[in-house]
């Protein structure tokens, strides 16, 4: 047995659960590599953030491959958990849902690389400092990737449920290895860019409050954790019983 400090490469790490996500690793003892498109915030609440931090702009295929080399330089060779955490959902002009019928195609390839793409090149990318450590990958997807949502874009939720899909190819494919693959779907989840009108969905909602970015975060860090060792391939619900 060794005290090495485990190790977490989150993408999305700004705001909301991302922020969540370092805060709870940090607390268990985890050293936290954020990537974000935006640069370290000394506002930041957890040690050694600067550091760690790898700004990244994951809408570009080819900066995303390029990072690579970036984290696997920040590690010891051996990588325990891997969380896919950032996603974008444009909105029109007018803070409009943007649907199937009006939403350009280069938004389309845009989300899809940020939401989905991303994904896969990080996992594949690294998969060899997972393997030596038998780590874990999570995909934060949504439940706007099972059903219609009022705010929630046509784009957004199309790659959020197509990350659902490769959470199943990734575990069948990564399982050898020795990693699991596994996603979080939230629901109605209380951060700063709520969009007008969720109080509404939360009045139907069957535990009539919001999800905390903490709660999200839980669930993320027992699907990296030996608690669950044997769970591989699956969606865990994060939302209240909405999905009901």
């Given amino acids: 047995m060794t005290d090495r400090q485990k190790t977490l490469v989150l993408t999305g790490a700004s705001r909301g659960i991302g922020h969540a996500t370092v805060k709870r690793f940090s607390s268990e003892g985890w050293r936290v590599l954020t990537c974000s498109r935006q640069p370290f915030d000394a506002r930041c609440p957890w040690p050694g953030g600067e550091e760690n931090h790898i700004q990244l702009d994951l809408a570009s295929p080819n900066k995303t491959i390029e990072a690579i080399e970036v984290i696997r330089e920040k590690l010891d060779g051996q990588l325990d958990a891997l969380v896919n955490n950032a996603g974008i959902s444009p909105k029109g002009s007018d803070g409009a849902r943007l649907n199937t019928l009006e939403t350009d195609l280069r ?16 996992a594949r990318g690294l998969r060899h400092e997972l393997a030596a450590a038998k780590g874990s990958v999570v995909n934060v997807t949504s439940i706007a990737g099972v059903r219609v949502h009022p705010f929630a874009g046509a784009a957004y939720a199309t790659s959020k449920a197509a990350l659902a899909a490769l ?23 209380e951060t700063a860019i709520l969009s007008p009108g969720t109080d509404k969905i939360v009045e139907k909602l069957p535990m009539r409050r919001l ?23 699956t969606e865990i619900e994060v939302n209240g019983a909405q999905h009901v």
């Fill in 107 to 122: 938004t389309w390839g845009q989300v899809f690389h940020v939401n989905f793409f991303s994904s896969v090149i990080l």
């Fill in 167 to 189: 959470t199943r190819e990734m575990a069948h494919d990564f399982g050898p290895l020795g990693v699991r693959v596994n996603a979080i779907a939230p629901g109605e989840v």
């Fill in 211 to 233: 999800g905390q970015p903490s709660e999200v975060a839980a669930a993320i860090f027992f699907l990296c954790s030996d608690e669950s060792s044997y769970i591989s391939g």
